[in-house]
């Protein structure tokens, strides 16, 4: 049998994609690492030579955790979920309900709030943080106030709409024929049908939620109200003199994003090529 001849470039482009791979995986090793040696080798080695889980009991309150709330990091984590999720989930309906009525629905207006919509995208959102606070002030150290500003989600929106596009109105009007309503419609027949985009406006809205800093640090200062990413902020900084624990901190600020991705990548693999085509 004849062997194939392999390529110079072949093989020099698949040694520098596993050597960027290693690079972009490297930091998370690190992470690892660190969040499980004993303290007094924290950032001091890369191989290591005993496991320690001192930095995790830490953050549950135990050896030498210096702290009277025992319990502090524990809902500083609850606290991440349950201002995520609903938000994500929240976001994908409206940008449901939004895409289908943009594209499948007559009424006045409707190419102003479409262009109005995609209008905002281009403005980065730190230009909106201080009008936001001065209208959800009422609402600080809230979890309403924690998620209101990310319940729409305009780039989901315009997802939504890209989809509807490709779905003939027929398929809609059938269903009003036989006396569905609007609200059955998104239901019963849009939402199954947009599954891949819907987990991928999901994740997108959670990772974003679950990594916000800057707003849940003005609009929630209380301690009881903190998320995990405000508590590693606020409790670690880089003159601490426990490194340990805030590596442990920041690997149990990824895993969650790294199950989620695990768990839904069928679905995301096809909502991204949905939005290549």
Sequence with gaps: MKRKKIKVSTVVISIA??????????????MVLQSFLPWNMVDKTMVPKSISLDSYIYLLGGKN???????????????SFIVSIPTAVVSVLTGLMTGYAAVHMKYRGKGVIYSTLLFQMFFPVIILLVPRYMLIRPLANSYLGMMLPLII????????????????AVVFEAAKIDGASDFKILMKIAL?????????????VFMTRWNELMWDMLVAPDLKMQTLNVMI????????TLPGPMYAASVVLTLPVIILFLCFSKYFKEGINFMLK
């Design 17 to 30: 994609t596993i050597a960027l791979m290693l690079i972009s995986l490297f930091p998370y090793y690190y």
């Design 65 to 79: 955790s210096g702290s009277s709330d025992m319990f502090q990091w524990i809902r500083a984590l609850l606290n």
């Design 153 to 168: 989600s305009i780039w989901g929106i315009f997802m939504y709409i890209n989809y509807f596009k490709t779905v003939p």
């Design 192 to 204: 199954p049908s947009t599954k891949s985009i819907s987990i991928i406006v999901f994740l997108s």
């Design 233 to 240: 902020s606020t409790q670690f900084n880089q003159n601490s």
